[in-house]
Structures are given as C-alpha cells and as structure tokens.
C-alpha cells in the first residue's frame, strides 16, 4: 500500500525549484563570504595596485584592491548564475545531483586560487611583482576535484539507501 504521509512532502521538497536553487548558490555564497574576509583580514597589506589579469608574461592587467575585490565578486555572480540554469533546467534529481557537486567543486577551486591570489598580493608589497606560483593552481583544482570525488561518493551511497 502507498502511503501519502510526510515521507510524499519531503521527497517533492528535496526536488523543488526553491531547494535546487538555494544548493546551488550556498557554495558560491560560502566561498564569496571566505574571499571577503580573506580580503577585509589583507586589506592593510595589499598594494595599491593589483594584477587583475595574466598573459603569457604575467601580470598584464591593474586596478585598485577594492575594484579587484569588485572583479572576484562579479566571477562568483557569474559561476552562480550559470550554475542556477543548468541545476534548475535538470529534468530529474538524478541529472542535478552531478551539476550540484560541480557547483561545489568550482566554489571551493575559485576560493582556493583567489585567496592564493590575495596572499599572494600581500606578500608581494607591489602589484607588478605579484606571481602565483604554477603549484597553487594544481593545489586549487585538486581542492576541487577531491570536493568532487566527496559529493560523487556521497551520491552513489544516497542511491544505495
């Protein structure tokens, strides 16, 4: 027999619109509240001028610590948004879970590198001398990928169960 109880209520609410959408910009959410504090916590130690933008020979591109700082957060807006449409157009729970764990594993890389970048920044005294070192790239996307690995592992036990 088919029962309708609360156990119905709570399988529809754990597909909803409204809980795909806030699942998906919690990760973005969390790593821009890290990344304004990483820089408000730099802030004194920052150069006046930092490397917005990297070419083939390093730092090409400059602006203030506040108007980079503006920059960050238009990258988090963007991530978000792109990851909103693809996680609220997935037909099935079983389709949004993976676009679910990428949006987590893409927060938690981007935060990664752009405290990095900051540290880097504050450590350098002068914008034009600002490097990430290639290390801290391959540290990022492995922060990423193991977030990945987490969300992927803890799926495949939800289907279990």
């Known amino acids: 027999m088919h029962s309708t109880g609360s156990t119905d209520r709570t399988d529809e609410s754990e597909t909803s619109p409204a809980r795909i959408a806030g699942l998906t910009v919690v990760p973005f ?63 099935e729970q079983r389709s949004t879970r993976p676009t679910l764990i990428a949006a987590w594993a893409v927060s938690v890389a981007t935060t990664y590198f752009m405290w990095s970048m900051l540290m880097a920044a504050a450590d350098a005294g002068d914008g034009g001398d600002v490097s990430v070192p290639a290390y801290q790239y391959v540290v990022a996307l492995a922060a990423g990928g193991a977030v990945a690995l987490g969300g992927w592992l803890r799926s495949r036990k939800a289907d279990r169960a």
């Not at 504090?37 to 610590?65: E, I, K, N």
């Open 29 to 91: 959410a969390a790593g821009l509240a890290v990344t304004v504090v990483a820089y408000f916590v730099l802030r004194d130690d920052l150069p006046s001028r930092m490397p917005t933008h990297f070419g083939t020979g390093g730092a090409d591109g400059y602006s203030p610590p506040g108007q980079a700082m503006a920059g960050n957060l238009v990258l988090y807006a963007v991530e978000t948004v792109l990851f909103l449409v693809k996680s609220l157009t997935d037909e």
